[in-house]
Structures are given as structure tokens and as C-alpha cells.
């Protein structure tokens, strides 16, 4: 018996003296980068940090703990760029796990994707995160992209106002004319039509000249692809304006009643969710694991559902994870089982699909907040 048990640590102490960077025989190391120091830009991480706590009371994975370590990076690429190297060369994480921002993303993806290191579950919604599966074979995103999701806006319209005629403000960057080609695209078959769009620099502090030219468009409805801020602005604009469109804004990011919007996780201010046992446990696990965490900020649940998927990939890479054995993961995603998300949404990648996410529900703003409304909706149409 002391042989086989001295022979069982020996096997063990030699798979560990072979694990990649980042494995011990009692941790794996992640890392990550994110605007820490941006308001709301640590609400994910805590959400996530607090799911893997959760999972180290219970075990870990396969008997390891998971350690999260997450940089700031101010939302600036090169910052997150040099955040990602020191997590690689200085501390040796054994992956980076959902850096948030499409440009932090897309400027770590070269870099990590050179030395093998897994990009898991990014927080960005760019289709490039996806759709460039060949080239960067060692990146993943989660959410729906922003191509989907201005793909299921312009379904949405289709059949509540097949006839609308809309207009689009749009960020003049990658992210805002991937959601007016979703919108297009979503809308294709139908007499909806856009007849007018325009792009507004991030950096300006008015949108009222954008807005007043949309509205001479004749347009009966808005399409408001726009950071929270702008849409703030954007909200000032419209009353000054007397103008009162049909109005549908990128995920979450309005507070203006009547808005629709895009959701796939379950939000916490939402009664609907009162008594789902999805939110009981989210709400359980921040209690417990981040007391200081403001439990109605619907991004701490995003953060836990990227955490979910991420410990299923690790668990089912085996005892001895290596890099290579977790992305196979990434390619075999299947199911409906995050308690995070909303009912009936599937997390589904394949070595040709590598959107986790295409599905969502549609909200509405109202004076209480965002309730979700109508079933799922898919980018696959």
C-alpha cells in the first residue's frame, strides 16, 4: 500500500514538473486585463473572481485552485498589451481569461496567439473575435457579437414595424459599423429601411448637430449604437428636439424609458428573476465572496457567466490541464446549463463556430429598469 501511494505522489510530482506555466499541483494560475480604474470597469472581474472563489470552496478543479490575477489597464491597447507580457513572462499564467474592451483584445490577440497562450472568453463583442478563428486560433470571445446583435435589432424591427424608416448614430469605429451591418443584414428581407446613418467621434462631447440631422431624414425610428455616455447626451438631444422615435440602443447601454435593447444574462433588477435559482446562487455567491460588490450591477453577472463556461473548459481538459487540451475545449461547447444566462439560451462552438453566443432576448427600458421581453432571438436567423 505505502508503495502504491509513494509511486501515485511520484507520477503526480513528475506531471507537475512537466505542467505548463501556470500549473502547479495545487493552482492555475489566469490572468487578465481590464479598466480597473474607469467607473464600472471592475464590475466583471468581481463577478468573476467571486464564481472562482466559489468553485475553490468546493474543491477547485480537479483538487487545484484557481487563482485570478487582473491588470489595469485604463482601456487603453497599449497598456493592455504590456499588462498581457508581464503576465506571461513575469508571472507565467497559464491563460489570459476575459479581458475586456475590443481594443485591448485585439491588441494582446497577436501577441498571446505567437506563444500559444489561450485567449479565453474575451469581453469584447467584435465579430473579428470569432470570425478570425484561423488566424488566431488561441482567442475565444463569449457574448453576441456586435454584428449579431445589431443583426437581431434589425429582425426586431422586421416584424414590429415592417415599414420603419430608420435612422442610425453610430460610434465612428469598428464595434459601431459591425452593429449597423447587423442591423442591415437583420433587416434585409423586409421594407424596413435605413435611411440615414451617421458616425460621431467617441471623443465628442455633443451629439445634437448628428441628431438633428437624422430626425430632417424623415426617419420614425433610431437606432442609438452608442457608448452610455453618448446615449446620455443622445437622451438631452432628443427632448430638446421634441423628437420621440422608435428607439432600440446597444446592449444595456440606455436609460432612456421606452429604449430596447439586447440581454443574455439574467438581471438582477429584474423581478422576473425574483426566484430563479440562478440568481440565488449569483446572489449566494457574491454575498459570500465580494460583500462589497453592489449585487443589482447586472456586469458582475457577466462576469460569472464567462467564469461558469471557463471552469467547464477546465474541468473537462482533465486533471492535467495543458493549453492545447483547454482550447480543444473551446471547440466542443455544448448546452444550455449556465445558470447566469437566460432560459433557453445555448452555449454551442464547433472547430468552424466560434461565436459561444448568438442568441438573446430583447428589453425594454422602463421607469423601474430593463425587463426583458418577447423569447429568444437568434443571429442565425
Known amino acids: 500500500m505505502l508503495v502504491a501511494v509513494a509511486a501515485s505522489l511520484a507520477a503526480r510530482a513528475d506531471a507537475v514538473a512537466r505542467a505548463e506555466p501556470g500549473v502547479t499541483a495545487d493552482t492555475i494560475l489566469l490572468g487578465g486585463t481590464a479598466a480597473l480604474s474607469l467607473p464600472g470597469g471592475a464590475a466583471a472581474v468581481r463577478g468573476a473572481e467571486a464564481y472562482l472563489k466559489h468553485v475553490n470552496a468546493r474543491g477547485g478543479v480537479h483538487g487545484r485552485r484557481l487563482a485570478y490575477r487582473v491588470l489595469d489597464d485604463g482601456g487603453d491597447p497599449a497598456r493592455a498589451l504590456d499588462a498581457a507580457r508581464r503576465l506571461v513572462e513575469q508571472d507565467g499564467v497559464f491563460a489570459l481569461f476575459h479581458t475586456a474592451g475590443t481594443a485591448p483584445n485585439e491588441a494582446i490577440r497577436p501577441y498571446l496567439n505567437g506563444l500559444r497562450v489561450p485567449q479565453l472568453f474575451a469581453d469584447a463583442a467584435a465579430a473579428s473575435l470569432g470570425r478570425d478563428f484561423r488566424r488566431f486560433p488561441w482567442t475565444i470571445g463569449f457574448r453576441p457579437s456586435h454584428e449579431a446583435e445589431g443583426w437581431i435589432h434589425g429582425a426586431y424591427l422586421a416584424r414590429a414595424k415592417p415599414a420603419a424608416r430608420v435612422a442610425v448614430l453610430f460610434q465612428d469605429d469598428a464595434d459601431g459599423r459591425e452593429l449597423l451591418r447587423g442591423l442591415r443584414g437583420g433587416s434585409a428581407r423586409s421594407q424596413v429601411t435605413v435611411v440615414a446613418a451617421r458616425a460621431y467621434d467617441a471623443a465628442a462631447g455633443d451629439v445634437h448637430a448628428e441628431l438633428a440631422?437624422?430626425?430632417?431624414?424623415?426617419?420614425?425610428?433610431?437606432?442609438?449604437?452608442?457608448?452610455?455616455?453618448?446615449?446620455?447626451?443622445?437622451?438631452?438631444a432628443l427632448r430638446g428636439l421634441a423628437w420621440r422615435p422608435l428607439l432600440v440602443t446597444s446592449a444595456g447601454e440606455s436609460t432612456l424609458t421606452g429604449a430596447v435593447s439586447l440581454a443574455f444574462v439574467k438581471d438582477p433588477g429584474d423581478p422576473r428573476w425574483a426566484r430563479d435559482p440562478g440568481l440565488r446562487l449569483y446572489g449566494t455567491i457574491l454575498g459570500r465572496h465580494a460583500p462589497t460588490a453592489r449585487a443589482a450591477d447586472v456586469r458582475h453577472v457577466h462576469g460569472m457567466a464567462a467564469a461558469y463556461e471557463l471552469v467547464r473548459v477546465l474541468r473537462a481538459a482533465g486533471p492535467l490541464p495543458t493549453r492545447g487540451a483547454v482550447m480543444a475545449q473551446t471547440r466542443k461547447l455544448r448546452g444550455a446549463s449556465n445558470p447566469f444566462l437566460l432560459p433557453g439560451i445555448r452555449v454551442e462552438t464547433s472547430a468552424t463556430e466560434r461565436f459561444p453566443l448568438e442568441q438573446a432576448m430583447l428589453q425594454r427600458r422602463t421607469p423601474a429598469g430593463w425587463r426583458v421581453f418577447g423569447g429568444l432571438w437568434s443571429a442565425r436567423g
Open 213 to 236: 440631422a437624422l430626425q430632417a431624414s424623415g426617419a420614425d425610428t433610431l437606432a442609438l449604437f452608442a457608448r452610455a455616455a453618448v446615449a446620455t447626451r443622445a437622451g438631452a
